[in-house]
Nanobody, 125 residues
Framework: QVQLVESGGGLAEAGGSLRLSCVAS????????MGWFRRSPGKEREFVAA????????LYSDSVKGRFTISRDNAKKTVYLEMNDLKPEDTATYYC??????????????????WGSGTLVTVST
């Protein structure tokens, strides 16, 4: 089993920044892609960002491209999401995701093996 624990959510003003972190533990296997999804109130969960095992491939949804940056530290089994220029529509519960595949593309297509429990991000006007 794999456990994913997110942190860093909270309240931010529009135009502000937050940094999310997610630590993986347990049987993560040798290589794995990680990423973030989010669910806004009344909406379905949507893809936000993904990063390959080596970090050489990063993928973003159009809604966050240019504002959010995903990165990872494999020694710490941690993935980060730097969120800048936050907008009220970024308000959501953000979920960390892990895929057994080393590439980012399968995770971005909802090929997720494990989910975190989520961390709430609220952006005020």
């Amino acid at each position: 089993q794999v456990q994913l624990v997110e942190s860093g959510g909270g309240l931010a003003e529009a135009g502000g920044s937050l940094r999310l972190s997610c630590v993986a533990s347990g049987r993560t296997f040798n290589s794995f892609a990680m990423g973030w999804f989010r669910r806004s109130p009344g909406k379905e969960r949507e893809f936000v960002a993904a990063i390959s095992w080596t970090g050489d491939t990063t993928l973003y949804s159009d809604s966050v491209k240019g504002r959010f940056t995903i990165s990872r530290d494999n020694a710490k089994k941690t993935v980060y999401l730097e969120m800048n220029d936050l907008k009220p529509e970024d308000t959501a519960t953000y979920y960390c995701a892990l895929s057994h595949h080393y590439r980012a593309e399968p995770l971005a297509r909802n090929g997720v093996n494990y989910w975190g429990s989520g961390t709430l991000v609220t952006v005020s006007t």
